[in-house]
């Protein structure tokens, strides 16, 4: 069973900020959240990931609570380009382990012109 | 371009007819996975490898074999095809030395 909730769906106006939140009460003390979205029925594409700090790429950012139990995925300035299913995942260290990424179904993002 | 490719990009068979998908990498990453997503869901993973000439079950291996043919290659075989197995298949790879996976685009797959 996938180990976080999201919403099933959110609307964003274009040009504002998407904030897509992420709860996973039970993430243990080694584990990372990663998110990732899918475009229509492309194959997943990695945004980005973090342990317990706020993370920033040229994609998005990643607010990470201090107790770790929620995070939420910030796109600055949405783009008709960003509607898509987004994935929260919480995993183990990718790096050091096979731990198997687990999809849940994730939020569905429509950005509106 | 560099990435993941997968063959064919589109298939229909027959119940119980066989089949192979193909997955070839060419950024000499260590691990691939197979994934299946059935539509309005997530995906679900269906066997890894961790490295070349090693193989594990995921959640739902039920119905599907794979190989580990060299570092480049995985492949996905059904055996004798089943309509549950109508789905999309990915396959995707990692590196260990960062932490995004990178998908395939995808083999759209179904059984009559």
């Known amino acids: 069973d996938a180990k976080t909730t999201q919403p099933p769906s959110m609307d964003c106006a274009e040009g504002r900020a998407a904030n897509l939140p992420c709860n996973h009460s039970?993430?243990?003390?080694?584990?990372?959240v990663y998110w990732y979205r899918q475009i229509h029925s492309q194959g997943p594409q990695y945004i980005i990931h973090?342990?317990?700090n706020n993370e920033t790429n040229e994609m998005a950012s990643l607010i990470i609570t201090e107790d770790r139990k929620s995070s939420t995925l910030i796109l600055p300035h949405a783009t008709l380009r960003d509607t898509a299913v987004y994935y929260c995942?919480?995993?183990?260290?990718?790096?050091?382990?096979?731990?198997?990424?687990?999809f849940g179904p994730g939020t569905s993002l429509s950005v509106i012109p | 371009n560099a990435g993941v490719t997968q063959t064919p990009k589109f298939q229909v068979l027959k119940t119980g007819q066989s089949m192979t998908l193909q997955c070839a990498q060419d950024?000499?990453?260590?691990?691939m996975y197979w994934y299946r997503q059935d539509p309005g869901m997530g995906l679900r993973l269906i066997y890894y490898s961790a490295s070349e000439g090693t193989t594990d079950k995921g959640e739902v291996p039920n119905g599907y074999n794979v190989s580990r043919l060299n570092k480049r290659e995985f492949s996905l075989r059904l055996e004798s095809a089943a309509p549950s197995q109508t789905s999309v298949y990915f396959c995707?790879?990692?590196?260990?030395?960062?932490?995004?996976?990178?998908f395939g685009s995808g083999t759209r797959l179904t059984v009559v």
């Open positions: 973090g342990l317990k």
């Open positions: 995707a790879t990692n590196p260990w030395e960062s932490y995004g996976y990178t």
């Open positions: 039970t993430i243990s003390g080694n584990e990372y």
């Open positions: 950024m000499n990453h260590n691990s």
């Open positions: 995942i919480v995993s183990g260290d990718l790096k050091t382990s096979y731990d198997k990424v687990i």
